[in-house]
């Protein structure tokens, strides 16, 4: 692991939109992945990896000099292999950091590690949408006015089928009157886990400046810590 002032962050994003369609495209042009990581590059060591790349780029050497990882999919859940699925799951169970943005709710891993399907509701139309901060003491809402407003965005909505959440950081309303948990904390054997709903493709949500300080309070929470040590079978 690193040192306490700068962790290693790895960028995970499927990067299939981006290739194939104009209007992400023109949002943008280098890959969702890009952006994240120039929100987080003068803080942290950032790595991006992508689904095409020889194991998704998510090797064993990776993950063990990753901090904190963040992953973005869509419409390729299905095509990261189970082995990468597991070595991930290992990660986190041993202490790495996991923040999954949007849809990635659907990914293996997020499943994996929820034991839900995860399913939701949700509606394409540009809605206006308003997360409020219900967690204000929380560090990943350091430095944030009480509500982040986004003007359009993808509707999630209600019923969320995952576990309750450690702790409930953000709740969104949408302009339809839906409500959603958008901004989730859970822990899995030493690993953080925070699930975080904006970030829809052909919208510029992860050039907000709301939603960047939230990414960014984010891998601050969501880092490796030392803890006590642990130890697992018989004693003699």
Request: glycine content about 8%.
């Amino acid at each position: 692991m690193t040192s306490p002032t700068m962790a290693t962050v790895t960028i995970w994003n499927e990067y299939r939109h981006e290739r194939e369609d104009d209007d992400v495209a023109a949002v943008y042009p280098e890959g969702i992945h890009e952006t994240l990581a120039d929100i987080l590059n003068d803080d942290h060591d950032v790595i991006t990896a992508t689904l095409d790349e020889p194991e998704h780029g998510l090797t064993t050497d990776v993950l063990e000099e990753t901090d904190v990882l963040l992953w973005w999919g869509h419409e390729a859940h299905d095509e990261v292999s189970e082995s990468v699925v597991e070595r991930v799951h290992q990660h986190v169970l041993e202490g790495l950091g996991l923040i999954v943005l949007h849809s990635g709710h659907y990914s293996r891993i997020f499943k994996r590690l929820m034991g839900t399907t995860c399913s939701l509701q949700y509606r394409e139309d540009g809605a206006t949408e308003r997360l409020w901060v219900v967690d204000p003491g929380h560090p990943i809402a350091n430095d944030l006015e009480e509500s982040i407003e986004l003007p359009q965005t993808e509707m999630y909505g209600e019923p969320f089928d995952v576990p309750e959440p450690d702790r409930l950081v953000f709740v969104s309303w949408f302009e339809g009157g839906e409500v959603f948990r958008s901004g989730c904390c859970y822990r899995r054997g030493s690993g953080r886990i925070f699930y975080f709903r904006p970030g829809h493709e052909t919208y510029p949500i992860y050039e907000h400046d709301g939603v960047q300080r939230v990414v960014r309070n984010a891998v601050d929470w969501a880092r490796p810590t030392d803890g006590a040590p642990r130890t697992f079978g018989e004693r003699e």
